[in-house]
C-alpha cells in the first residue's frame, strides 16, 4: 500500500512539474510583438502588441506545455496585419480573418507557427518570457 502511495505521489508530482507556465509578459525576436497572457485552469487570456495596435486573444488554451491562441482581425485593403504572408489579393476591405499561433512553451520560451486562415503560408515565431 506504501509502495502505491509513494507511485502516486511521484507520479502527481511528475504532473505537475510538465505543466508550462504561460503567465507573463513575451517578445518576439522575429519582429515587433509583445504577447501578454494569463494562465487559468486550461484557459489563456490576454493581448497581442503589435506595430498596428493591440489583438485581443479570442480562444486560448494549454495543454501541458501545448499553447494555441486564436486572433480575429479585420484585414485593411488586402494587408496582412500581422506580417505573415503578406499581400492577400482577394482581401475584402473589412474582412475578419482568424489567425492561430500554435506553439510549445519550454521554460523561458515559446516557439509559434503561425498561420493566417486564408492564406497558405506559415511563420515561425520564437517569444521569449520578458517577467
Not at 507556465?21 to 486550461?42: F, H, I, P, S
Not at 500581422?82 to 475584402?92: F, R, T, V
Request: aromatic letters at 6%; a neutral charge.
Amino acid at each position: 500500500m506504501k509502495r502505491l502511495l509513494l507511485l502516486l505521489a511521484l507520479s502527481a508530482i511528475a504532473t505537475v512539474s510538465a505543466l508550462a507556465d504561460a503567465t507573463g509578459e513575451w517578445k518576439c525576436v522575429n519582429v515587433n510583438q509583445t504577447l501578454n497572457m494569463k494562465q487559468e485552469a486550461g484557459k489563456v487570456t490576454g493581448t497581442l502588441k503589435n506595430n498596428l495596435g493591440t489583438l485581443r486573444i479570442a480562444e486560448g488554451k494549454i495543454d501541458g506545455d501545448k499553447v494555441t491562441l486564436t486572433f480575429m482581425v479585420v484585414l485593411s485593403n488586402g494587408v496582412d496585419p500581422l506580417h505573415i504572408a503578406g499581400y492577400d489579393s482577394l482581401a475584402e476591405e473589412g474582412q475578419v480573418t482568424e489567425i492561430t499561433y500554435t506553439g510549445t512553451v519550454s521554460g523561458n520560451e515559446v516557439k509559434f507557427k503561425v498561420k493566417q486562415e486564408r492564406l497558405d503560408a506559415e511563420r515561425e515565431f520564437t517569444f521569449k518570457k520578458s517577467n
